[in-house]
């Protein structure tokens, strides 16, 4: 029979070495349910135990602790406790027992909530992400951090996850909420072409059927498309779900709708569209994005004259991209320079644009670094492809579909293909 | 009929020779091939011709060769050509006499010994050049034999007989690189872009490789040299730094900048060809995943009628 203190001595002991370790897991999996059990009683406890020698019992009793309803008052002490333990515990013992820590962390996300101080919850989840990082495998944890983030928008620490490749994934809606919330971090940030590739990501994520991420997803999608790009096409890539195709346009019209208006290119229609529709933008939190597509327009107009002119004067491109001043047309190139969207000199004595090429003569030792390192990246992508396609093309699911496809007799053999394979 | 030989004479064969000859056996045999087809393989027609070079001392250099017709009815070959021939070489080349006659075949045969004799009286003692012409991919060396005449007592009878002698190869720059040419044309098994491809770079590196193995082999020294394990040589020491003093020492901008350029779009060009294969293999994912867990997917072909 178990008590509790028992249970520490144990924890005491064995949490030196990886096989008095894996003792003690198995000690503590036995025990599991006489933890939750006494739920309640098991805070004096976590004294007596130091979260960076005893890493793992701390972990299941902790998990225990708070595995049922908490109230405020509870919370408070718990938030303290669970950023000391995930700040300071050894990477090695969690990892031994992965989905208890992440319930850990989504309990500590809800009480951070509770307390409504977000910005308290970044660093302690932040160093949990990368203790229990175990080489591109998404789990639970990385959409609460990133939901974290973004209420408490510290949009940098959250940037800082999103550059990992990602290969496998626990739950397909993990997924979705990663790329949801990452897409809008990076808009956050700026970065419009990693935001792009992650909302991307969510749309022509395999669904079997339609869901609302997916939607939000979408419309955020066409948004940053015009941003970034100055056009959105709405053919879907065919690796898109069958569900997404069918169901998205529907479900969006009025964003297809705006698309169609911003390749017209003339400003002030789309500003009529914006302006009728504004609360439905409004109800959707897409407004600030929105008028980020206004101002991206004049852009896309200047940088089309950039292929029409060598020289222009200021006036000229205000008239080009009725804009209301010259001075307000310096503003916009001057910061385009800046960006890096265009390359051009401003004479300011007679207020003469000129228009250059781009500079990049691909002959220093930086870009053969970078072309390099791009394809070392590419050869190890192609590996995990092959490796892959080998794998889907024995799944018993795609042969029967397969078999099912080709004709009864085959040219050259005379025996009919199996309609169904039994493995 | 074929023993070491005795003379002491040393042979120097030229490649351009042994090129000379097995071209000269190859036209023939598709020249006959062609005519007759169908029917038993005709057995390889044998080829005859002289060879010419310079005799110094003990030292028989062959540098060329011509074609020569054998009148078998006579069993000789066409003496008047011959004379022609050599008097059109003498012209261009002074110094180079009739050394000898050659000839394709696995062995040496009797009807050859009255052929040498035959050439006896332009050159006292002629030497006779076979060629093999039969592929033997196990063989590692040349198939071509030099024998010499003999005068060996054999029942009681003196009889001239044919012995073996042996020979090296010797190259002028010029026939270096013909001959370099000659091997890379054809790969052995014809192959296409890709091999011929494979075989060029493969080429490349060997030799990058036995530069850098050499070039390491200096610097050891070298380095030896400076501790003071082996003592100075100074001869040696001035051909290094006459070596080095050859080698293209260009630092320029201009240099730097196109070198790197080249050097960008290779590897562009790499990176594109890695990125078609990716793209093709995630295409052919797709396309799988699709079949497989798409339910609604639309299915070219007949489907079955539920």
């Known amino acids: 029979m178990y ?3 028992s249970l520490v001595a144990q924890i005491q002991g064995l949490s030196s070495s990886a096989g008095d370790l894996s003792l003690l897991l198995t000690h503590l999996k036995q025990a599991d349910e006489f933890l939750h059990n006494e739920s309640t009683r098991l805070f004096p406890f976590l004294e007596q135990l130091d979260p960076t020698l005893h890493s793992l019992g701390y972990l299941y009793i902790l998990e225990a602790s708070t595995s049922g309803p908490v109230t405020n008052e509870q919370a408070r002490r718990l938030v303290l406790l669970i950023s000391r333990f995930l700040t300071s515990c050894v990477a090695d013992q969690i990892r031994l027992a992965p989905e208890k820590f992440i319930a850990v962390c989504k309990s500590f996300k809800d009480q951070v909530l509770m307390l409504e101080a977000p910005i308290r919850g970044v660093v302690p989840l932040l160093e949990a992400v990368k203790k229990l990082r175990s080489s591109e495998h998404l789990t639970t944890l990385h959409p609460d951090f990133l939901q974290i983030c973004l209420l408490a928008k510290c949009y940098k620490t ?8 990602i290969f496998e994934v626990d739950q397909p809606r993990d997924f979705y909420l990663y790329c949801y919330y990452g897409g809008m971090i990076c808009i956050g940030q700026k970065r419009f072409q990693k935001a792009l590739e992650l909302l991307h990501n969510v749309v022509t994520a395999p669904m079997s059927s339609i869901n609302a991420i997916a939607v939000e997803a979408f419309k955020k999608y066409v948004l940053v498309s015009l941003i970034y790009n100055g056009q959105f096409s709405t053919s879907l890539p065919k690796y898109t779900s069958s569900a997404a195709q069918r169901n998205l346009k529907t ?44 101002s991206s327009m004049y852009k896309r107009n200047i940088q089309r004259l950039t292929q029409t002119y060598l020289t222009l004067s200021l006036q000229d491109i205000a008239n080009t991209v009725q804009l209301s001043s010259p001075k307000e047309a310096e503003m916009h190139v001057l910061q385009m320079i800046q960006d890096g969207e265009i390359y051009a000199t401003i004479n300011q004595r007679d207020g ?9 003569q691909y002959k220093t030792c930086e870009m053969i670094e970078h072309i390099d390192s791009s394809i070392q990246r590419i050869m190890t992508l192609s590996k995990k492809l092959t490796a892959m396609d080998e794998l889907i093309s ?21 025996d009919s293909v199996p309609q169904k394979f039994n493995i | 009929m074929a023993s070491s030989s005795s003379s002491g004479l040393t042979f120097k064969l030229h490649p351009l020779v042994i090129v000379n000859i097995s071209d000269h056996y190859t036209r023939v045999k598709s020249q006959t091939n062609g005519c007759s087809d169908g029917g038993p393989p005709s057995p390889p027609p044998r080829v005859y011709g002289c060879v010419i070079g310079v005799q110094r001392g ?10 020569l017709l054998y009148d078998p009815v006579t069993q000789s070959l066409d003496r008047a050509f011959i004379e022609k021939k050599q008097e059109l070489y003498k012209k261009v080349f002074p110094h180079f006499y009739i050394l000898g006659w050659y000839s394709t075949g696995s062995d040496a045969e009797e009807s050859d010994m009255q052929i040498h004799k035959a050439l006896m009286d332009i050159n006292e003692s002629p030497v006779y050049v076979l060629l093999n012409p039969s592929i033997n991919p196990a063989q590692k060396d040349l198939p071509v034999t030099i024998y010499e005449s003999e005068l060996h007592v054999i029942d009681g009878i003196p009889q001239l007989i044919f012995v073996c002698s042996s020979y090296t190869i010797e190259t002028v720059e010029a026939e270096r690189i013909s001959v370099d040419h000659v091997a890379h044309l054809k790969p052995s098994d014809g192959g296409s872009a890709a091999t011929q491809l494979a075989a060029h770079l493969t080429g490349i590196h060997s030799a990058i490789k036995m530069l850098n ?8 020294y070298l380095v030896a040299m400076q501790k003071g394990e082996i003592p100075c040589e100074n001869s040696l020491l001035r051909q290094v730094s006459s070596l080095l003093r050859r080698l293209p020492a260009i630092e320029s901008e201009k240099f730097q900048d196109d070198f790197l350029m080249e050097y960008n779009d290779t590897l562009l060009i790499a990176y594109l060809a ?3 294969n990716c793209s093709s293999t995630m295409n052919e994912l797709v396309d799988k995943f699709n079949t497989a867990y798409d339910r609604h997917s639309r299915r070219g072909g007949r489907t079955a009628f539920i």
């Open chain 1, 394 to 414: 024995c799944d018993p699911l795609y042969l029967a579909k397969v078999g099912r496809e080709r004709q009864r007799f085959d040219f050259d053999d005379f």
């Open chain 1, 352 to 360: 003469m644009v000129r228009f250059l090429e781009d500079p990049e």
């Open chain 2, 213 to 220: 193995s050499r070039i390491r082999v200096l610097h050891h």
């Open chain 1, 3 to 5: 008590t509790v203190e």
């Open chain 2, 274 to 276: 890695m990125f078609t």
């Open chain 2, 58 to 67: 003990r030292t028989v250099e062959i540098f060329n060769s011509f074609e």
């Open chain 1, 158 to 165: 959250g940037f800082s996850i999103l550059e990992d490749d």
């Open chain 1, 251 to 294: 479900l969006c019209q009025l964003y297809i709708e705006l698309a169609n208006t911003y390749s017209i290119g003339k400003i002030s229609e789309l500003e009529t569209y914006i302006q009728t529709n504004r609360e439905k933008f409004d109800s959707d939190n897409n407004l600030g994005l929105v008028k980020q597509v206004v």
